[in-house]
């Protein structure tokens, strides 16, 4: 039998490579070699796959980076800022889905409170961070030209691949605290 953890990985990558238009039970049930019994047993119809989805998305790239990094309570923030931007550029694959879930968020209610959710608690996190490391530079601020940074370089074509986007981030570390940093 196909796991919940299967069903929404399926979403996932459905999502990021065709759209949210292509999440559907048929799609999913087809990738997945299943009967639709085994997703009504995980999830109530549509909707509640949808919020499940959503759910899942947001604890996968969210809430799993920041627990990770907080894996080490006592690490400096430059250091925990670091390890968390190791970690968003370790998958290139990522992209494609933060652009589907953001477009998927422009025509449904739903999903788009669920990306306000995230953005804020990513930008949250990193004002956090910028807080306990930045001096001379409006701490806040640069969380959110760090987090714009990336939603930029996801948006661009060609895209910015991700050793093109780590020496921006390079950048603007040493721009802002005078430091080497990432290495």
């Known amino acids: 039998m196909v796991t919940r953890t299967e069903w929404l990985e399926a979403g996932l990558e459905l999502l990021a490579d065709e759209g949210a ?14 009967t639709k019994g085994s997703y009504y047993h995980h999830f109530k119809g549509a909707a ?23 894996r080490e309570p006592d690490a400096e923030p430059l250091m925990k800022l670091q390890h968390l931007l ?3 550029l370790s998958n290139q694959d990522n992209a494609s889905l933060e652009i589907a ?3 998927w968020a422009l025509q449904d209610p739903e999903v788009r409170a669920a990306q306000e959710r995230v953005d804020r608690a990513r930008t949250e996190y990193l004002k ?12 806040d601020r640069f969380a959110e ?3 714009l940074i990336l939603i930029g370089a996801e948006q661009v074509l060609p895209p910015i691949d991700n050793n093109d986007l780590r020496d921006i981030y390079l950048l603007t570390l040493r721009l802002a605290t005078g430091e080497t940093l990432l290495d």
């Open 101 to 103: 879930v953001r477009a």
């Open 21 to 34: 238009p292509a999440v559907t039970i048929e799609r999913l049930t087809g990738e997945l070699g299943v």
């Open 86 to 88: 190791r970690l968003v």
């Open 128 to 139: 956090g961070l910028c807080r306990g490391f930045t001096t001379g530079v409006d701490a």
């Open 48 to 70: 509640g796959y949808r919020t499940a989805l959503l759910e899942y998305f947001e604890a996968r790239f969210t809430t799993r980076l920041i627990d990770t990094v907080e």
């Open 145 to 147: 030209l760090l987090y």
